[in-house]
């Protein structure tokens, strides 16, 4: 089939139905009349932002967005608190919680769909003064631009993105949001212009504007993807796409581009079985945790992931692919494929060159009563021979974490659940299940949509 068969095709899985546009409106209808009827003199207006007032949301997969434009004379510490109170009592009904973005804001959910209260300054364009600021005028901005058409192809390209789970902006998976994906079919004004411009990429001057950019501002943005915001030229809304969505989107788009599918808007398994002949490489560290926000136990997991990883770098372990999971309420893990499980028992440690006396007495001096063996190699350079104290990653992960947990760089936030419920084993030792096997089925298979 064409390309533009396999997409009229596909609408059908990404165009909500006239009863649950119907349906959707009525409970956006209820929250936003909840929350006007807060009576406060510094709330300025309440309206509606994101997919669901710009039309671009998708079938089956919704939230509401409620902006409240407080005056700008409030000040910050006033400005989050009225908001928490904004958003818990006017949705008290729903049992409302606190979520953690740039500044806090309140989350409910109304017959199923998730509502979002937002706090946001009401200021004029570019006089911003919380992050939640410019949401208003993107919502504008896209409204006035778009055209049906245009929203046909937005809600084909978020389809796309989450069959290679690279949706969303979110800490949890760092890659496109839907405005980042409104402002890119406004550029290009189709799913296979876009495509075909983003299976293109260079390894660098990858700018994407609706709007001409001083180039000098573009010089100061470091991220494989620069898309400008059409309403604030300085800011790069690639900043937050990771590099590996950033690359899934790359490959995706050649695979379709070259083999079109409407496998691509389907949501099946994305995973082939996994190779387990990989699982005694695996390394898992699964432990328990506090609930907390999503945002705030990712961000703590990803960091730590990263700051482990340097770990196991640094004693000889070499890491080839990481990757931690939770299922945001009270479990977690910490995934490793190592080229190796194990160590060899000795290792080389390269001291100064002969030339140099004092460093290489020293040298000598400091190792030679823990050194098997000491001599000068092929480059005049003394070595020594070390014996390793822990060969095994599993037993120096344990080390790490119940006697050198201050120096890992594991979250202050995790320390404490890590070191009270760490459980530590390679792959191959248990029956995998839940939220692990989905970690490693993700990072032991290759995704078909991509590669």
């Known amino acids: 089939m064409s390309i533009n068969t396999i997409l009229n095709k596909a609408l059908q899985y990404c165009e909500p139905s006239l009863a649950e546009v119907k349906r959707i ?32 949301w998708l079938k089956g997969d919704t939230d509401i ?19 928490k109170r904004i958003g818990i009592e006017s949705l008290r009904r729903y049992r409302p919680y606190m979520r953690y973005s740039d500044h806090p804001y309140v989350e409910a959910f109304i017959k199923g769909v ?30 006035d631009n778009l055209n049906n058409e245009m929203i046909r192809h937005i809600r084909l390209l978020k389809r796309m993105l989450k069959s290679i789970n690279v949706y969303g902006a979110e800490i949890a998976t760092n890659g ?49 993807l620069v898309i400008i915001d059409p309403v604030d030229s300085r800011r ?25 599918s409407l496998e691509f808007f389907i949501k099946e398994k994305r ?13 898992v560290m699964e432990f328990g945790h506090n609930p907390r926000s999503p ?66 007495i020293n040298f000598i001096s400091k190792n030679s009563k823990i050194s098997n063996l000491i001599w000068i190699n092929k480059q005049m350079r003394v070595t020594a021979l070390i014996k390793r104290n822990i060969i095994s990653a599993k037993d120096y992960i344990k080390m790490l974490v119940f006697k050198k947990i201050e120096s890992t760089g594991i979250s202050s936030g995790l320390k404490k659940d890590v070191q009270q419920t760490l459980h530590v084993y390679t792959a191959n030792e248990f029956r995998i299940n839940g939220i692990i096997r989905e970690a490693i089925n993700a990072l032991t298979t290759t995704e078909r949509l991509t590669i």
């Open 25 to 56: 409106s009525r409970i956006a209808n209820e929250a936003r009349d909840l929350v006007s009827n807060y009576r406060s003199s510094k709330i300025i207006e309440v309206t509606f932002g994101g997919s669901f007032a710009k039309g671009t």
């Open 176 to 224: 496109f949001s839907g405005y980042v994906i409104e402002v890119l079919i406004l550029k290009y004004c189709s799913l296979p212009s876009l495509l075909q411009a983003i299976s293109d990429i260079k390894k660098e001057g990858n700018v994407f504007s609706i709007n001409r950019v001083d180039e000098d501002i573009i010089k100061t943005f470091a991220s494989p």
């Open 114 to 143: 998730r509502i979002n209260i937002v706090p946001c300054y009401n200021v004029k364009m570019g006089n911003w003064k919380s992050a939640a600021d410019r949401s208003p005028f993107h919502t504008e901005y896209v409204k």
């Open 236 to 260: 790069n809304l690639g900043s937050a796409i990771s590099n590996e969505s950033a690359g899934k989107f790359v490959l995706a788009a050649r695979r379709f581009l070259q083999k079109p």
């Open 65 to 83: 967005d409620i902006f409240v434009k407080i005056d700008e004379s409030v000040d910050t510490e006033e400005f989050e608190s009225l908001g």
């Open 271 to 283: 995973y082939a079985r996994p190779h387990e002949e990989i699982y005694p490489n695996l390394l």
């Open 295 to 360: 945002d705030i136990i990712w961000g703590q997991l990803k960091r730590s992931l990263d700051a482990l990883s340097k770990q196991l770098e640094l004693v000889g372990f070499k890491v080839i692919k990481s990757t931690c999971i939770t299922d945001e309420k009270r479990s977690a893990a910490f995934i490793f494929l190592l080229e190796s499980i194990f160590l060899s028992p000795y290792t080389e440690k390269m001291g100064p060159e002969v030339f140099r006396k004092k460093e290489t």
